[in-house]
């Protein structure tokens, strides 16, 4: 099987999923806004997603969705997976990509969209792109089950 991530490549959970399907022998690809060096990744970086107000963050993103949209028809993956909604879930959504899976990691669903109409935005989009979410606690189970249906959540502890 073919999977592109989207994800935070310097995140030891990132590094954790794609290592484990590596093992499993899947070519695994990953998209991220972070440089970092994972053994048999096929990586492509996207550049940096700097520390800019919201709306010019949304500006930055939308530069970057033809960039993304031409990867992933080159990558011709089986399926895609992004990592925090609000960042490199939200770029895996825009994709238009399907089967979409989405993880929600805490204050992507927990903090982010109670401080903003922006990222609450971002969260219902994501979400209501995805074809899987998956969550990691009670907590997040119960946040997510405000966006989605539960046949379309999984929690993985």
């Avoid at 048999?40 to 949209?69: A, D, E, M, Q």
């Avoid at 979409?100 to 204050?107: D, I, P, Q, R």
Wanted: with cysteine.
């Amino acid at each position: 099987m073919k999977i592109c991530y989207f994800a935070d490549a310097q995140s030891i959970y990132t590094q954790r999923w794609v290592k484990h399907f590596i093992d499993k022998g899947h070519e695994v690809h990953l998209i991220s806004f972070k440089k970092a060096e994972i053994k048999n990744v096929k990586f492509h970086y996207i550049g940096p997603l700097i520390s800019l107000p919201y709306f010019s963050i949304l500006f930055l993103l939308f530069l970057k969705f033809r960039t993304i949209r031409k990867l992933i028809k080159e990558i011709n993956p089986d399926i895609v997976h992004g990592h925090y909604l609000i960042e490199h879930g939200f770029l895996a959504a825009s994709s238009g990509f399907k089967p979409l899976v989405v993880s929600v990691w805490g204050s992507d669903i927990l903090v982010s969209p109670k401080n903003s109409f922006i990222s609450k935005f971002i969260l219902k989009y994501t979400i209501k792109k995805a074809d899987l979410v998956l969550g990691e606690s009670k907590k997040i189970e119960e946040e997510i089950l405000k966006y989605c249906a539960p046949k379309r959540l999984m929690i993985i502890p």
